[in-house]
């Protein structure tokens, strides 16, 4: 942390260099070559603050918290409600009631699509996603809309890959009760304009989600000048511990929301006939959550702070823009998203015409970097684009561009190793 | 690259991913299956024509990785001309060799099959190898049963 805010002091830029000291994952080899991690879209890897707060809460706090009075239970329910506190600031929640601890992004919209989606969408309505939503913000909308009626609808993508707007007044039509969209694409890397599609669904009458899953951890995001309804994301995919979600989702929309689970934790009263529930944010949170994943994700949200969310996302736009110049000049290289990096985050899908995303994966792997391959949990953005999986490479705050050239070498490599120059 | 990544990439392997032999369209298929691996998306289409219960013809068009293409460019090579009994037989066997159980290859001819031995060492891409065995004996069952379209999965 501490050359972090000296680094501050000098140069507002990130130095990724001196980042890297804080992830100690970064020192490790793979195959007998330095780790090149590329694989951020997926998870993110931790600082050792994020590690240290893990171990610190077993060895010195460990309790339950809201349940008891004794100077442990306190201090970790001090602990766990701080942490719920940073994520407010971070994102501009106006009040901490606002934010909800689930088990990740995915927990978080399958929240809103029982507790709120069962109750206020019904047959003959309107559910608007877009065509590059990963299965997390599709999958739950699918099951409801087979549950109850209510149709889908998808709002285009063009030969970019990002969104076609032109329709967009007829898409999200009057019987239209609920528009979620990525703000960014794990895929295609896209930006969507999400404060357009909200005000469109506002004025619509209906509810807007943000799936911020790859956006709130690589860029500045304000949940309330963007005006969304809910917004939901993971701790992960921004230097915390997995196992942790947030939703965020306004007060009123929120209030009126019955609980998802039902539980200890999330009452006021109980008698055998009778229960009433908790307030917010409690409401729920029924169980026993992950505390020790709570409390490790404040360091995780000061490290982020410390640097500066528009510093990441200047970072990342650099990084990329590099990326994308340097794959274009292999020659055998097709690049899925935005060209214009500051339309797009720092996660590329590309394939080779020659070494399918698999091989190229297993062969990157021997030189030590890090890339994944697939279908990225989106399978209809696959199927649109007429492919079955895509290689991706992502980055984040400790990524360099000397891991770049790597990569580039490792994708030469690649194809000289299947007979192609 | 390391000698791991050269067991796992035969040269026989890369060769038959470069030119799959039985990638073809069938004249007179009796069955056809559609076979996915969800994990990676790679797909596969198995077409077989049969003559009594022998495989008089096949065809496998596979779109994946190296290790699928080639696996489903062996199969063909294996399978041509085999009887139903044999080709669940030697499905087994691949089975096994990809999980590394004890098999019994006695009387059968393996082809250039046993390179995919190499494949062992990497696990996640037993299903990549997997995926054409699977969706030609989910053929051959639907054949037998009289069922119509299913898709085969290596989940
Ligand atoms: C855009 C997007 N939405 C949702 C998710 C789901 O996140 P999680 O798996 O942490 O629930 C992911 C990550 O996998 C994602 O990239």
């Known amino acids: ?421 | 690259m390391s000698d791991a990544l050269d067991t796992l990439y035969r040269e026989v392997i890369l060769d038959h991913y470069k030119n799959p032999r039985g990638k073809k369209k069938l004249d007179h298929a009796d069955v056809k299956n559609e076979g996915k691996n969800p994990v990676c998306g790679d797909e596969i289409e198995v077409e077989v024509e049969f003559d009594g219960d022998t495989v008089k013809d096949l065809s496998v068009s596979c779109a994946g990785c190296a290790i699928s293409v080639a696996s489903g460019s062996m199969l063909y090579e294996v399978i041509k001309g085999k009887s139903f009994d044999e080709v669940r037989k030697i499905a087994k066997v691949v089975k096994a060799m990809l999980k590394g159980e004890e098999y019994d290859a006695d009387g059968i001819d393996l082809g250039d099959l046993d390179v995919l031995e190499g494949v062992r060492q990497f696990p996640v891409r037993i299903k990549c190898a997997l995926l054409s065995w699977v969706t030609l004996v989910d053929a051959i069952e639907k054949a037998d049963t009289n069922e119509s379209s299913k898709l085969s999965t290596t989940e």
């Open chain 1, 1 to 421: 942390m501490s050359t972090l805010m000296q680094h501050k002091k000098t140069n507002p830029v990130i130095d990724p260099e001196s980042i890297r000291r804080d992830f100690p994952i970064l020192n490790r080899t793979v195959n007998g070559n330095q780790l090149v991690y590329l694989d951020n879209a997926a998870t993110t890897q931790k600082p050792q603050i994020v590690i240290d707060e893990l171990a610190r809460y077993y060895s010195e706090y460990n309790s339950n918290v809201h349940r008891g009075i004794h100077t442990l239970a306190d201090e970790a329910t001090q602990a766990y409600e701080k942490a719920r506190q940073k994520v407010a600031n971070f994102i501009g929640a106006p009040k901490t009631e606002q934010i909800i601890f689930t088990r990740g992004a995915t927990e978080s919209i399958n929240l809103v699509a029982y507790a709120w989606g069962r109750k206020n969408i019904g047959k003959g309505d309107r559910i608007v996603l877009t065509q590059m939503e990963h299965h997390a913000n599709l999958v739950p909308w699918v099951a409801l809309a087979k549950e109850t009626g209510a149709e889908l609808e998808y709002i285009p993508i063009d030969e970019q890959g990002c969104l076609d707007l032109d329709d967009i007044g007829e898409i999200i039509s009057r019987n239209t009760k609920l528009v979620s969209v990525t703000q960014m694409s794990n895929v295609l890397g896209t930006i969507n304009p999400v404060e357009k599609t909200i005000e469109i669904a506002h004025d619509r009458g209906a509810i807007a989600l943000v799936d911020a899953a790859q956006s709130v951890p690589h860029m500045p995001v304000d949940v309330k000048s963007m005006d969304a309804d809910f917004v939901a994301f993971s701790a992960h995919k921004m230097l915390g511990p997995t196992g942790i979600g947030i939703l965020y989702g306004k007060e009123e929309l929120l209030s009126g929301m019955e609980p998802f689970n039902y539980g200890g934790e999330m009452i006021n009263e109980v008698r055998y006939d009778f229960a009433d529930w908790a307030a917010l944010p409690h409401k729920f949170e029924a169980g026993t959550p992950n505390i020790a994943g709570v409390v490790a994700f404040s360091p995780a949200l000061d490290y982020l702070r410390n640097i500066g969310m528009a510093n990441v996302r200047q970072h990342e736009i650099e990084l990329t823009g590099y990326t994308l110049d340097r794959l274009s000049s292999l020659g055998s290289i097709r690049i899925f998203g935005p060209m214009n990096p500051e339309l797009r985050g720092g996660a590329i899908s590309f394939i080779d015409n020659d070494v399918h995303p698999h091989d190229l994966a297993q062969l990157l792997d021997q030189s030590g970097v890090a890339i994944r391959a697939g279908h990225h949990c989106a399978q209809p953005l696959h199927r649109l684009l007429g492919i079955g999986s895509t290689a991706r490479a992502s980055f984040y705050i400790y990524n360099t561009k000397e891991e770049i050239d790597q990569l580039i070498d490792a994708l030469k490599e690649a194809r000289r190793y299947f007979g192609h120059e």
